[in-house]
């Protein structure tokens, strides 16, 4: 049963550029949502996909979106990258639970370094 | 928003002692606390949440305990070994079929053996 996966694990840009992180959800899972963790941080919350739908964002600025595909699987875009963007981007998923919160599996990250 | 605070930044002990990490949140509405353990260079695990309903929550040398009153919960390492040194987390989310998760900004756990 595979977990969640994110490719790619590594990547470098420059001030300007833009990127696409791609996550594939664990299976049976049908919830993903998008984290950043800057060095020496906890995770922040960028916003969650469900039904091919943003569901909730967090406080992040327009040039980050999102997709999400029928297979469930996600992408994050980052445009007119920032050297305050460097970080790991998590990728977590779950199963949508209308009264209770079910737990969320994460993936190994993408290191984002910008230059 | 929620927010989750974190104390202490960094935790040493002795293989064999115990460790409690404790955490504050501040929105009354959150009723899921999951505790996240994550090692150098890998991806956060879970390692044990507890649910509003529930004030004590055990996996074998793991316990949280949660305080709805005082919005604390805590994470408790008992007999703490080598493998535990890692970085632990606590976070708070709310039910409504969404799960945007607070996480708070983690303790470095280490044991010294």
């Known amino acids: 049963d595979a977990g969640v996966t994110q490719s790619p694990t590594h990547l470098i840009k420059t001030r300007g550029q833009q990127v696409t992180l791609r996550c594939s959800p664990k299976s049976g899972h049908d919830t993903v949502s998008w984290y950043q963790q800057a060095l020496g941080q906890g995770p922040q919350f960028i916003f969650q996909?469900?039904?091919?739908?943003?569901?909730q964002r967090g406080n992040f600025p327009d040039r980050f979106s999102g997709h999400q595909f029928p297979n469930y699987s996600s992408e994050l875009n980052v445009n007119a990258l920032l050297l305050g963007d460097s970080a790991l981007y998590l990728c977590?998923?779950?199963?949508?639970?209308?009264?209770?919160?079910?737990?969320?599996?994460f993936g190994d990250g993408t290191r984002l370094s910008i230059l | 928003g929620e927010n989750v605070e974190q104390h202490p930044s960094t935790l040493s002990v002795q293989e064999g002692d115990s460790a409690v990490i404790k955490c504050t949140y501040s929105d009354s509405a959150s009723n899921y606390f999951p505790w996240y353990k994550q090692e150098l260079g890998k991806r956060p695990q879970l390692i044990i949440d507890i649910r509003s309903n529930v004030g004590e929550k055990k996996d074998q040398r793991i316990a949280v305990t949660l305080n709805k009153t005082a919005k604390h919960f805590s994470l408790h390492i008992t007999e703490t070994q080598p493998e535990d040194s890692a970085v632990y987390f606590c976070?708070?989310?709310?039910?409504?079929?969404?799960?945007?998760?607070?996480f708070g900004t983690g303790t470095k756990l280490q044991v010294i053996p």
């Open positions: 976070a708070a989310s709310m039910t409504g079929g969404y799960q945007k998760v607070t």
């Open positions: 996909y469900y039904e091919e739908e943003e569901r």
């Open positions: 977590a998923s779950s199963l949508a639970g209308t009264y209770s919160n079910q737990p969320q599996h």
